[in-house]
């Protein structure tokens, strides 16, 4: 593998390119007073409890089990029961489930759907109920019945993912300055699930940032595999970003003089499976040493430990227990009699209303901020760290 003397310089510097904090109170501030004398999101509504549906699509991912977990310990904190369900991936249960919550007299309902545009009849039969309906990071689609969404500034999370791909290749600085490498680079693109809106946020949002770098020949896709629909992985799964790194690798790479300098990865999981090819294929090492630079998504502990170990590159961390938070907070508003506050009230069009949204921000992780941003914050624990398994 051929060396590149700047991963060591991309790879020391410590300072994370940082969204700007969105701006607002937060989901649970309201302007509207409740009629029965409580305070919206302050709590006071739910001495008297309720039931409260959480459906989230897979427990294939510790990222959804931690949502999961801290949506559900949020909510009995504030005196509410709780039907937390998980669909493994399979939109026919998650449906289901959805309906069993409904027939069991929830209150609210918050979801991390599988495919945004299968839950029509489940949300036509939550508004008849009168039940408020939270949509959770992945938007719900074609539908008029969603109250309210809670998520990241998910363009922003793709220009981050192509930011931190542009900093390994050593195209630009941790800190937006210009770097000193001229490249041309050869790199390859993936996308996330096609019936995940925020797959298309990711992507509009990395391709944005990485087109003027393709447009001069300053980087190159030798598979010229560039639509998203080529590089879209269904449903996020590895073994599928692993046979499509491989299959690349075998039809572009495999034979010539070529070789990839960094692959646009949105996650984790993905991530990992593109390693899993590229070291199958001969690359071998840590990026100091010359392998690929391989972005990510969501600090998942075993990639969180690559990249301590130097292999993957960065990931964005979305700090889950801020949006479990702010999804708790809206919920509580609601049924407290309150409208949860907003903070983007134009982005978030599911192609039937734009949905009142409140947006979080994210960080780059490269391997000398794990600490910072990791540990010391408590999302991950050294030992998990230096193990990459979570306790």
């Not at 192509?162 to 210009?178: F, I, M, P, R, Y």
């Amino acid at each position: 593998m051929k060396g590149k003397k700047f991963f060591a310089a991309a790879a020391g510097a410590a300072m994370a390119f940082t969204l700007a904090a969105c701006s607002g109170e937060g989901a649970g501030s309201t302007d509207e007073e409740p009629t029965d004398g409580s305070t919206a999101g302050g709590g006071d509504a739910v001495a008297e409890g309720g039931l409260v549906g959480v459906a989230m699509p897979t427990q294939t991912s510790e990222r959804w089990i931690a949502d999961g977990d801290a949506v559900e310990a949020g909510l009995m904190d504030l005196g509410y029961e709780v039907d937390l369900q998980f669909a493994n991936d399979d939109i026919p249960t998650q449906s289901q489930q959805i309906d069993q919550m409904i027939t069991n007299g929830v209150e609210a309902l918050i979801i991390a759907a599988i495919d945004g545009t299968a839950l029509n009849s489940q949300l036509e039969a939550a508004a008849a109920a009168g039940i408020p309906v939270v949509s959770y990071d992945r938007l719900i689609l074609d539908s008029e019945n969603v109250d309210f969404y809670v998520t990241f500034d998910n363009y922003n999370v793709g220009v981050q993912q192509a930011t931190s791909l542009l900093v390994g290749l050593g195209l630009l600085n941790q800190d937006g300055s210009e770097g000193d490498a001229e490249g041309p680079f050869n790199i390859e693109v993936f996308a996330g699930s096609p019936d995940d809106n925020n797959a298309t946020f990711f992507w509009n949002g990395a391709m944005d940032t990485l087109e003027p770098y393709m447009a001069d020949g300053t980087l190159t896709v030798p598979s010229e595999q560039t639509d998203f629909e080529q590089a879209a992985i269904l449903r996020w799964q590895q073994e599928t970003a692993q046979r499509r790194m491989e299959d690349l690798l075998t039809s572009t790479y495999v034979g010539t003089d070529l070789e990839i300098d960094g692959v646009l990865s949105p996650y984790d999981g993905l991530s990992r499976g593109i390693i899993t090819a590229l070291e199958s294929n001969g690359y071998e090492g840590t990026v100091a040493d010359g392998f690929p630079v391989v972005t990510g998504q969501d600090a998942e502990i075993a990639s969180v430990k690559l990249i301590s170990d130097g292999v993957q590159f960065s990931t964005i961390f979305k700090d889950t227990r801020k949006l479990a938070d702010q999804a708790v907070t809206a919920t509580d508003a609601f049924l407290a009699g309150g409208e949860p506050e907003a903070n983007d009230t134009e982005t978030y069009d599911n192609g039937v209303k734009v949905v009142p949204s409140y947006l979080l921000e994210s960080d780059i992780i490269y391997q000398d901020n794990i600490q910072e941003l990791l540990v010391d914050s408590g999302y991950w624990t050294a030992e998990e760290v230096e193990s990459g398994t979570a306790e």
